[in-house]
């Protein structure tokens, strides 16, 4: 079963901006937050950005600025807006249910997206 569905991602020219959605089947677990994640190629997975039930946010440095988490509660769904995008910004993107709150670090117990690709030509 598919926890997270994602959408969105694609190929967009650089300076561009996309929108990733994630639909969660699921409440965020408590003491969790949900949270975006990326995987380069050749390079770790490393986190982009997570949002608490309340509407806080944090951000990774290379991502203040030029990337946005949002979320909608009722519908239990967690956008990524990310805005002038670069190529190093190319990568599979994933979201996750089980950032521990306050941090930017994936809990033991967390469910992932399938992963959206988003490269820049």
């Known amino acids: 079963q598919d926890h997270l569905v994602q959408s969105g991602g694609g190929s967009v020219q650089a300076g561009g901006s996309l929108r990733l959605s994630c639909a969660s089947s699921?409440?965020?677990?408590?003491?969790?937050?949900m949270g975006w994640f990326r995987q380069g190629p050749g390079k770790e997975r490393e986190a982009i950005a997570a949002i608490d039930n309340d509407g806080d946010a944090l951000y990774a440095n290379f991502a203040k600025g030029r990337f946005t988490i949002s979320k909608d509660n009722a519908k239990n769904i967690v956008y990524l807006q990310m805005n002038n995008l670069k190529p190093e910004d190319d990568a599979i993107y994933y979201c996750t249910d089980g950032v521990v709150t306050g941090t930017l670090v994936v809990g033991p117990f967390a469910y992932w997206g399938q992963g959206s690709q988003v490269t820049t030509i």
């Open positions: 699921r409440p965020t677990p408590y003491g969790y937050s």
